[in-house]
């Protein structure tokens, strides 16, 4: 199984994994190791300590050189969306991770592997292996790919308010004029309603409704990023 | 101050930062930029942001690489004493970092350039500022000399047992035999007191007592440690 695993990440990925029995360790379940006393194998949670760390650093280096302007309260916000269970589960179903992790049967039973905390752990034990095995770069270039296009893709958009993420995402490629407009006000005293409009350089991308001023700037720019990145595709 | 800071840290560490500006924003505190507003300057938080994943980081591989055999569990609580705020202030003040933090009048007055809380914000920072300066090499250097000695000083013994502590220790330079022997069980029912020895190689190197042979064991560890420390000092 380590053999088309390394297969898998070869002709997937480009990666040559030099240290197999690295790599099995890194895909090997405790309950595995339990029902095979004889074998001498290793699980995975000392290498997914150390993927962990390894995340943190490359997703901070990441987004703080991508968002030169977003104070550190947001930055915690955005990494915290990136690095939870939830997105690495995701990241390793994505990577097809959940094939080749080596489980007991009684794991195995109680459906342990689709489960997101282990597919969450295994996800960070592969990246402290390959952080291991083939250095830094390695692990920047695999992140690049895996993680890093979902910014773009919006999955973290909840960490980061709208107008922020509109504003970074159009500003990427240099120096925009990014402006809100209010078309009208109406509405009750005690249901008001706001309309706005969001423009780049001149240009209007997206029309936003809500219940004050700023909610109708979101939606404006929520719009606006909808349109941008269906444009995109 | 910062071409003090600059010759402070070239002098005592060797290291010649490239960006004063990255290392000012690294040891300025908000309400220096607020009492400040003409000079458009930076504080250091967004740095600390990454300053701590990079901590995170080369602490986790280091005791990963040192200490094959510690279960994850172990190595989660050792990391955790080491990159704690208290650690961090501690190793801030003895690099004399509190000298050179730029802090607006109030928090002066309050007393902020002893406070922990700051120190170990600061201490990060700077860790972030070397790291984008100077690499992830000149991390490594600076912390090796700076946290990882403090290992072999016992001050995290409290996260790690004292029998981990000890063969950690000895194992460093190689395999040795350590052993444990009962020398006495006495005491009464409720009050029980074993005694033992550890010997290293067949030589005794320290006795403890306790009120189980575990607890006996522990201590006898820790006096060898104790004494291993001192002769070694």
């Known amino acids: ?69 977003l104070p550190q309260g947001k930055l915690t916000r955005l990494r915290a969306a990136m690095v939870q269970e939830k997105s690495f589960a995701a990241f390793a179903r994505e990577c097809h991770f959940d094939q080749y992790i080596r489980l007991g049967k009684g ?28 250095g830094r770069d390695a692990v920047k270039k695999f992140i690049a790919r895996v993680i890093f296009p979902k910014l773009d893709l919006g999955w973290f958009d909840h960490a980061v308010d709208s107008k922020t993420s509109l504003q970074e995402f159009l500003q990427r490629d240099g120096d925009v004029d990014i402006e809100y407009h209010l078309l009208s006000e109406g509405g009750t005293e005690n249901a008001p309603e706001f309309t706005v409009n969001v423009s780049m350089d001149g240009q209007v991308i997206g029309e936003g409704t809500g219940s004050s001023k700023k909610h109708a700037e979101m939606a404006a720019a929520q719009a606006a990023l909808k349109k941008l990145r269906q444009d995109k595709q």
Chains 1, 2 share one sequence.
């Open 1 to 69: 199984m380590i053999t088309e695993l390394s297969e898998y990440l070869s002709s997937e990925f480009g990666i040559q994994f030099k240290n197999f029995d690295l790599l099995a360790e890194a895909f090997t379940q405790a309950s595995y190791v339990n029902e095979h006393p004889k074998e001498h194998l290793k699980f995975y949670e000392r290498i997914e300590f150390l993927g962990d760390a390894v995340l943190q650093l490359y997703v901070s280096e990441y987004i703080y050189q991508r968002y030169p302007e």
């Open 107 to 134: 794991e195995e039973m109680a459906g342990a592997r689709n489960r997101d905390s282990l597919l969450c752990d295994i996800f960070e034990s592969f990246i402290g292996a390959l952080y291991l095995d083939q």
